[in-house]
């Protein structure tokens, strides 16, 4: 691949990759419009867009790499000021998020500078979940928030629940863009990358020798092994991406892979649109108001009217109770 010979996927594409000679493969990808209405639509403190979004990236990185009809959920529960970030990827482009946080808790964090992820979110769970869709069974694999950035909780979840060497990389920006009207306007953006040792390949890898009686504890990190030399390659050269390099619109996904990959040869397979896309309906809603008892029908009705918004997008739907009560 030959960044000036090649058509550039832009932004809201993940573009999936393959570096042969290094048994590696992985996605990239930049979010930006998508991202930007996500995180405008709530107006989330910055904080907490920040964070969201990043959290947006991972899961269109994991998503994506679903071969079935189905959907990957991200989901954090914490006792930190924002207590819980959901995001949900249906399968093949779709992705939704929003985030939960304790305003007056939120305040406090910001003027006392304890911003960091790992504040924001405190102690917690992380829960990934593989959903294939009816009549199947889920998959749920469970991270504990123990003071770790989402790149770090993310490399946990597959050293713990795949045995996957992986490695991933995540940035977010608010970029200063010229809108229509040729005023400055602020625009979100985020980038990440994720690469992975393939498990077709064996993973060549030897315990140190160690003293008589003791043997490695497979709690601890990677310690007590030595990495095969392809793997230590792929994550020298990702270590030296800059959390601008994600972000840039100039840079791109492709040119990224080539300036990290070209030595070894890097090819890319057709990108993967994603879409801002809930999947929420009036009528979706109105099957579940059908559920609620006549006690819980009126209990929901403010000035006349039952009002439902959509935690995810926003969108608010109005009911008629005498839709849900019983008929006299």
Known sequence: MRPDEYIFAGDDAVVPFQVAELDARGRAVQLGPTLDDILSRHDYPEPVAKLLAEAIVLTVLLGTSLKFDGKFIFQSQSDGPVDM??????????VRAYARYDEERLAEAIAEHRISQEELMGSGTLALTVDQGEYTQRYQGIVALDGSNLEEIAKTYFRQ???IPTDVR???AK????GEDGRPVEQWRAGGLIVQFLPESELRMRQRDLPAGDAPNADEDDDNLVEDDDWA???ALVA???????TDPQVGAERLLYRLFHERGVRVFDAVPVNDDCSCSREKIAGVLSGFTAEEITDSIEEGKISVTCEFCSTQYEFDPAEFLPKN
């Open 170 to 172: 995540l940035s977010v």
């Open 233 to 235: 390659e792929v994550k």
């Open 240 to 246: 030296t991406i800059e959390s601008s390099e994600l």
């Open 175 to 178: 970029l200063i863009e010229r």
């Open 85 to 94: 970030l959901v995001v949900d990827f249906r399968t093949p482009n779709s």
């Open 161 to 163: 629940s795949e045995q």
